[in-house]
């Protein structure tokens, strides 16, 4: 069942989007920095929870845009 997205909604979603996505890179760029393997991976694998945050959101986005809003 699509639910009706506002306005609001929508600035919401974009700023934590853009979080979500921004943080991801950033703990990549950080993973690729690091210098001791245990602290590269657990960068790693919290920049690929964040990226799936961001997933969820734009499926979510997708799954409840109206008919012709993608």
């Given at each position: 069942?699509?639910?009706e997205i506002t306005t609001k909604d929508l600035m919401a979603l974009n700023e934590l989007m853009t979080f979500e996505n921004w943080l991801a890179v950033k703990l990549k760029n950080y993973s690729l920095m690091a210098v001791e393997k245990s602290t590269?991976?657990?960068f790693k694998t919290m920049a690929q929870v964040h990226y799936g945050n961001h997933e969820k959101l734009l499926?979510?986005?997708e799954s409840n845009a109206q008919e012709g809003g993608k």
């Open positions: 069942m699509k639910k590269a991976n657990l499926s979510y986005l």
